[in-house]
């Protein structure tokens, strides 16, 4: 039995486990989905050997040890993935199986109208000859990030299957509620009892990534005057009109369809509402933390302009930070970087190391004290029915968990 034997049905079996986390629940987590997979999670954990596994009463992260069999200390290394799917689709997941995808062909996505076409996709012409899961088209797959949650597991199986192989000490945990941005809120970096970690929560082959957004959300209320429109001239205030007019006052290039790299973005993600009342949610996001902040007082202001014009401080605007960009904290501690790349070069895997347009679980834990960036785990058009992942790749991420532990022990030897 080789080291990846268990990796692909572990993984379906994951997926078909819906664990969609909700943004508008006030539990943690924020869906009982999502329990319900941390306590099976919890027991296969047992039942493989890891140790000193528990949920935590605070975060509800499924914790557990893969203790050190070196007679010498080296640093213990933490490995993160989460289990929550992103807010599309995960009602009964059906995964199909592409063998050996030749290359030539779009791939039909189960009975469904949609097809993962080499035109729109052109990612597919790396993946000749490779094993890919892929959607039926009506739900997302939940690569993101049970792949990494499924190659974590697999590799602690190996170690375990293997006491012959030397290790640290290795901590895993794995958490709910990423997708909503709340999930490592509350992570206890002290109980999880690591010196560096890594999330296991990235893209294609050889993602290595330390810097992210800045990011904020803002939530703004508009009470319009509702009259009959026969008598509206100087009395209406149409609060859809009034929000139209706000999103006007911001740049009009600063939107995530026509930025790319390092630009930042304002994003209009929600707007409802009837000329007496309307509500819009922004994201705002930026890696220069100066540009960041200049962001959130280009929204207050335009607020308090509005109100000015409007009065009875009928704009209501409520902004909060959401985390900040990890590079601040990694570039104090680039071994965590230089290793991860190093396991990846020496297994002939090219690191691809860029700015994150976007966060993860690690933006937030690195600013508790440990310094986390993020590795790949294989998957394609996260958050969406063309969502695919290579087994392929993933068992190149379970060798990559592997080599860094290889060269931590290597390293204080």
């Known amino acids: 039995m080789t080291k990846y034997d268990d990796l692909l049905p572990r993984f379906i079996n994951y997926v078909k486990q819906e664990t969609r986390s909700d943004d508008k629940s006030t539990t943690i987590p924020s869906s009982p989905l999502e329990t319900d997979f941390t306590n099976k999670l919890k027991d296969e954990l047992i039942a493989i050997g890891v140790e000193n596994v528990r949920i935590h009463p605070q975060n509800q992260y499924v914790l557990g040890t893969l203790k050190s069999n070196l007679d010498y200390e080296v640093p213990a290394i933490g490995y993160i993935a989460h289990i929550d799917t992103a807010d599309f689709n995960a009602h009964h997941v ?96 002290a109980d999880f009892g690591a010196d560096f970690a890594y999330t296991v929560d990235g893209g294609p082959l050889g993602e290595l990534e330390y810097e992210t957004f800045n990011a904020a959300a803002a939530e703004i209320t508009i009470q319009g005057k509702d009259v009959h429109t026969a008598t ?29 790299d390092r630009e930042g973005f304002f994003h209009l993600d929600k707007v409802n509402g009837t000329v007496n009342q309307a509500t ?65 070069e020496d297994l002939g895997i090219e690191p691809v190391i860029y700015p994150v347009r976007g966060g993860t679980d690690g933006s937030k834990i690195s600013f508790m004290g440990l310094p986390t960036p993020n590795l790949f785990a294989g998957g394609e058009n996260m958050h969406s029915r063309f969502e695919f992942v290579s087994l392929e790749v993933m068992k190149q991420a379970v060798d990559v968990l592997l080599k860094i532990s290889e060269l931590n022990v290597a390293k204080r030897k």
């Open 232 to 260: 509206a001239k100087g009395v209406m205030i149409n609060a859809l009109q009034v929000a139209f007019e706000l999103n006007s006052k911001l740049p009009t290039h600063d939107r995530p369809e026509l930025t790319t």
């Open 94 to 189: 059906n995964p199909q199986i592409i063998d050996k995808y030749d290359g030539n062909s779009d791939i039909q996505l189960g009975e469904s109208e949609y097809v993962l076409d080499r035109a729109s996709f052109p990612a597919l012409e790396n993946y000749v000859g490779h094993t890919l899961i892929t959607t039926d088209g009506t739900t997302l797959l939940g690569a993101d990030d049970k792949s990494g949650v499924s190659e974590i597991v697999t590799m602690a199986k190996y170690l375990v299957d293997h006491p012959e192989i030397k290790h640290g000490d290795l901590q895993l945990a794995f958490g709910p509620d990423e997708e909503i941005g709340t999930g490592a809120d509350h992570f206890d970096v």
């Open 280 to 344: 819009m949610e922004y994201i705002i996001r930026d890696h220069d933390k100066q540009k960041f902040n200049a962001r959130k007082a280009a929204m207050k202001s335009i607020v308090e302009a509005l109100n000015d014009v409007y009065g009875e401080n009928r704009i209501q605007l409520k902004m909060y930070d959401q985390y900040y960009n990890m590079r601040e904290v990694i570039e104090k501690h680039m071994e965590v970087v230089e290793i991860a790349k190093q396991a990846m």
